[in-house]
């Protein structure tokens, strides 16, 4: 299996915005109401949206492709464009995704290994993310990466209040 990562463009917004929106809505349309979803969808990947976090000097997208077909994506936060910790001395994981028909083959640790090594890059002592505390998955997942939960936060989901646990992975032994 032959598998590659590219940073994300301008030119990709749309493909982006496809792969954003799909994914998201594999990994959680079963969980809530279809209401919620297609509201928060609607809110959350919409093009002008997309194209100003793509534009952030702060945020980076990375697209994953295996055998030269995108099988997922994952955007990082540096200090400036985080969403809860805001810490200089951290990388926030703020979305790490695949599409349903490639989960289970080792691409998500792909991902994972590449956001951890462009945190060694900049030089941060950890790597947080925040995930639903329903998505079992993806907190043994992050579990195994050797993060663990050190607090919450509620995560506004169309008109629903949802717990994510934030959870957190050392890089530099304080």
């Known amino acids: 299996m032959n598998h590659s990562i590219r940073k994300c463009e301008e030119s990709d917004l749309l493909t982006l915005q496809d792969i954003a929106y799909h994914t998201y809505d594999e990994t959680f349309s079963p969980l809530n109401k279809a209401a919620t979803m297609a509201a928060y969808l609607e809110d959350a990947f919409n093009l002008e949206k997309l194209k100003q976090e793509l534009h952030n000097q702060h945020s ?8 030269k077909v995108l099988t997922g994506y994952m955007k990082l936060n540096d200090f400036g464009a ?11 994981i703020e979305r790490i995704y ?11 640790q792909v991902l994972m290994d590449e956001a951890i090594e462009k945190a060694r890059q900049m030089d941060k002592h950890y790597v947080w993310l925040g995930v639903w505390e329903k998505n079992t998955k993806g907190i043994a997942f992050y579990k195994k990466n050797g993060f663990n939960v050190f607090t919450t936060h509620t995560f506004i989901m169309g008109d629903e209040k949802q717990k994510d646990f934030i959870m957190r992975k050392n890089l530099i032994i304080p």
């Open 60 to 67: 980076m997208f990375y697209f994953l492709y295996r055998d």
């Open 82 to 92: 985080q969403t809860d910790i805001y810490d200089p001395e951290a990388l926030e």
């Open 98 to 108: 695949l599409l349903k028909e490639y989960q289970g083959e080792g691409l998500g």
